[in-house]
């Protein structure tokens, strides 16, 4: 298992290697190739990324829930309660630095005057701030979840889908069999699926915010 986990990061390394001696090539003799290249890699990874988090959105849609960490050991349970309690810690200093910074804001306006109707605005933006980051927190759990679902939990996941969902609007097998087996390619592998579902709502959110700055001013 050690060998083969080193054989993979050796081609890895090589590839990589070869990749950037490639780019450096393209860059110097054909800068124009290049741009086309990168933009349909481009696309494909924002396909790809897309596609194993419809699918994986999807599992989490019919695997019941982990048992939690405090319920799985002595260990977890201390671990989870240490948890939370560094949580709670964090909320408290969150909470004053955010009422520093509110306070300091206000004081220190270079008008010399309070715009009252700017503090609103201005905690408004914090609060989307916040509320964006723990809605990514939350998210990170779908990958944790998935990770101790292990490839058997995922995979009969997949199949739950395809009975439930799939089946009833589809008539062809051919599609269902390739849509089950491009799924399970999707999602088999661990930690790929933990990076690609971590990247996949800043990934998700640029791109839609390229296709719709094109749209307006295309």
């Not at 062809?172 to 069999?177: I, K």
């Amino acid at each position: 298992m050690l060998f083969r986990f080193q054989a993979r990061i050796l081609t890895l390394g090589i590839v990589l290697i070869a990749l950037m001696v490639v780019i450096g090539l393209m860059v110097e003799y054909a800068p124009a190739l290049l741009v086309v290249i990168a933009l349909i890699v481009a696309a494909a990874a924002v396909v790809l990324i897309v596609g194993t988090t419809v699918v994986a959105v999807g599992i989490t849609a019919v695997l019941p829930p982990r048992r939690p960490f405090a319920e799985v050991s002595i260990l977890g349970k201390h671990v989870s309660d240490f948890s939370k309690l560094l949580v709670r810690l964090l909320a408290f200093f969150g909470n004053t630095a955010l009422a520093w910074i509110v306070a300091l804001n206000v004081a220190f306006q270079t008008t010399g005057t309070v715009d009252i109707m700017s503090i609103p605005n201005q905690l408004w933006g914090i609060f989307l701030s916040l509320a964006a980051l723990i809605a990514y927190a939350y998210w990170l759990r779908v990958p944790v979840d998935l990770l101790r679902a292990r490839k058997t939990g995922r995979l009969r996941g997949i199949a739950l889908l395809t009975t439930r969902w799939l089946r009833p609007h589809i008539a062809s097998v051919e599609l269902e069999r390739f849509v089950t087996r491009a799924s399970g390619w999707l999602v088999g592998e661990a930690w790929p699926l933990v990076y690609v579902l971590c990247l996949a709502p800043l990934v998700i959110i640029a791109t839609g915010g390229i296709l719709t700055t094109m749209a307006l001013h295309g």
